[in-house]
């Protein structure tokens, strides 16, 4: 994989317009509340841990609750992590799958009634990833990216929307491609039905923006490969990891974009390097292989 697509793209330097929606209207999040569902590793963990240390209250909900071989924290590790870091108990954990109705109540539920606010802002990071080819696509596979990343997905942003839906401001940011990906052949083509769900949360997004005009409602989406679990044990393993920048990056954007004012910074599909750019944050640091150029970097089509 990381070899067509090697020969399929390379690199020019381009400069991007600094982003003025991204001005931001906080020095830090403290008393704020977030809720990140996919918050036990990768990039919903980075965020999580992002939110904490500028001081807000965090909840990472998630399935996985005992140590598994190929992921490296559970819910309850990465909450612990986190409060370690930022020495408050601003970081909690709760068992949930978004698939079930009941769960997504639990879960929103604890957290107001642990952190005493009310819901400033939500991640909607959870998802599956199957990649087949249409006719090599199995139901049960089909089925499985349908509950949790159009039908989990919707069902809970909604239910973060109905406890928001009062605040005088918010934030909802979606992991999710941007729409002009719709014209990328290769996003399509392989793995037809995984991009199919995943434009879904990119129209959440977008018209959610709309009908919910006091909450900042956005899609954030990676450069490049991100050194993640689906990375090292789906799509490359440990070649595609060098090439690749640390999920860190989608932390300090989604950071970025949460300290920003609601009422202006929505509607947008970011990518993280120009998130970090607007703000003169050199991009540079992310990468996993220090000496390696960015030009050699992995694009992504998986997150």
């Given at each position: 994989m990381m070899k067509a697509v090697k020969?399929?793209?390379?690199?020019?330097?381009k400069s991007v317009k600094k982003d003025k929606t991204l001005n931001p209207m906080y020095k830090d999040l403290k008393n704020k509340t977030f809720i990140v569902a996919g918050g036990s590793r990768g990039v919903g963990f980075e965020i999580a841990k992002n939110l904490a240390v500028n001081g807000a209250n965090v909840t990472i909900v998630g399935k996985t609750i005992s140590k598994h071989p190929k992921l490296d924290k559970t819910i309850f590790s990465a909450a612990e992590e986190i409060?370690?870091?930022?020495?408050?108990?601003?970081?909690?954990?709760?068992?949930?799958?978004?698939r079930d109705s009941k769960q997504i109540d639990f879960a929103i539920s604890e957290t107001l009634d642990v952190y005493g606010k009310g819901l400033y802002g939500a991640v909607l990071n959870a998802s599956a990833l199957c990649l087949n080819k249409t006719?090599?696509?199995?139901?049960?596979?089909?089925?499985?990216?349908?509950?949790?990343?159009?039908?989990?997905?919707?069902?809970?942003?909604?239910?973060?929307?109905?406890?928001?839906i009062n605040n005088k401001r918010g934030h909802l940011?979606?992991?999710?491609?941007?729409l002009n990906m719709l014209y990328t052949d290769e996003w399509w083509v392989n793995h037809f039905y995984y991009s199919m769900s995943k434009f879904n949360m990119t129209l959440m997004a977008k018209f959610w923006s709309k009908e919910f005009p006091n909450i900042g409602v956005n899609t954030l989406w990676p450069r490049t490969t991100l050194d993640t679990a689906p990375v090292r044990n789906i799509l490359g393993g440990g070649e595609m990891v060098k090439h690749s920048r640390s999920p860190r990056i989608m932390g300090d954007s989604g950071g970025i974009i949460f300290k920003s004012d609601p009422l202006i910074c929505t509607g947008n599909n970011y990518i993280d390097d120009e998130v970090l750019a607007s703000q003169d944050i050199d991009v540079e640091q992310y990468r996993i292989t220090k000496e390696m150029k960015e030009k050699d970097l992995m694009p992504d089509f998986f997150c």
């Open positions: 020969q399929n793209y390379t690199y020019v330097l409060c370690d870091l930022t020495k408050r108990p601003n970081c909690m954990a709760v068992q949930c799958d978004i006719l090599d696509q199995t139901e049960k596979e089909v089925e499985l990216m349908s509950a949790i990343n159009i039908n989990g997905t919707y069902l809970f942003g909604q239910k973060c929307l109905q406890q928001m940011l979606l992991i999710a491609p941007p």
